[in-house]
């Protein structure tokens, strides 16, 4: 650890408030073809556990469907330090998807895990297949639709938690990142592109969380 990585510690360490304990880095493909990239994303989700993180959320945005199973494949190979569960574009929701061996589906046990992937999985297409299976609900008299809540949407995502920090590398827009999820996230856009993401700009974005005062949406 440099000097100035070090001295970034040691404010995260003495800062009053708490850091985020559940980060989400949002990629695109063209992040991952960087050489060292895969390795980039294996430091940072350790840097997260480090810096006081319980759970990391990656999402991957594909624009050329045909690279995702090949993201998918490379990042179940990913040096994670936490158990891992990755999920591609087949993984919507759905109770078919869930069960279907050949769609590369997380089971169910999995779905906790402390490290969660999601590559070409985009929000809307993730709350789209919550309120399919809503709806099947609803059509198979399991729910009444007059009683629908927030809690019945969400437990119906595919990664239903909500992320504390954000964190966007070298662009101010998120894409189509976990719209129902982040709605109260902290947002933290770095200066530098993933290739040139490093120890020092996680901890930037730590300390920029623990300066700021949550509002959550009040």
Do not use: C
Request: glycine share 6%.
């Amino acid at each position: 650890m440099g000097l100035y990585d070090a001295y970034l510690a040691t404010r995260h360490r003495l800062h009053d408030a708490e850091p985020p304990a559940h980060v989400a880095l949002v990629l695109t493909e063209r992040d991952l073809l960087a050489d060292g990239a895969f390795d980039t994303l294996s430091s940072a989700i350790g840097w997260a556990f480090e810096y006081g993180a319980e759970r990391v959320t990656v999402s991957v945005s594909v624009l050329d469907g045909a690279v995702a199973p090949t993201l998918v494949r490379e990042l179940r190979r990913l040096d994670a330090p936490a158990e891992t569960v990755v999920r591609g574009p087949d993984d919507d929701g759905s109770p078919e998807a869930a069960s279907d061996p050949a769609a590369g589906a997380a089971a169910d046990d999995d779905a906790d895990a402390p490290v969660r992937i999601l590559v070409g999985l985009g929000g809307k297409a993730e709350f789209a297949g919550a309120v399919r299976d809503l709806a099947s609900d609803v059509a198979a008299g399991e729910v009444r639709p007059e009683a629908i809540d927030e809690t019945d949407i969400a437990e119906r995502l595919l990664f239903p938690e909500e992320p504390d920090l954000v964190i966007k590398t070298g662009a101010e827009r998120l894409s189509d990142f976990a719209i129902w999820q982040s709605v109260y996230a902290e947002l933290y856009f770095t200066d530098v592109n993933w290739r040139d993401f490093r120890r020092r700009e996680y901890l930037r974005a730590v300390l920029d969380f623990q300066d700021r005062q949550r509002r959550f949406g009040r």
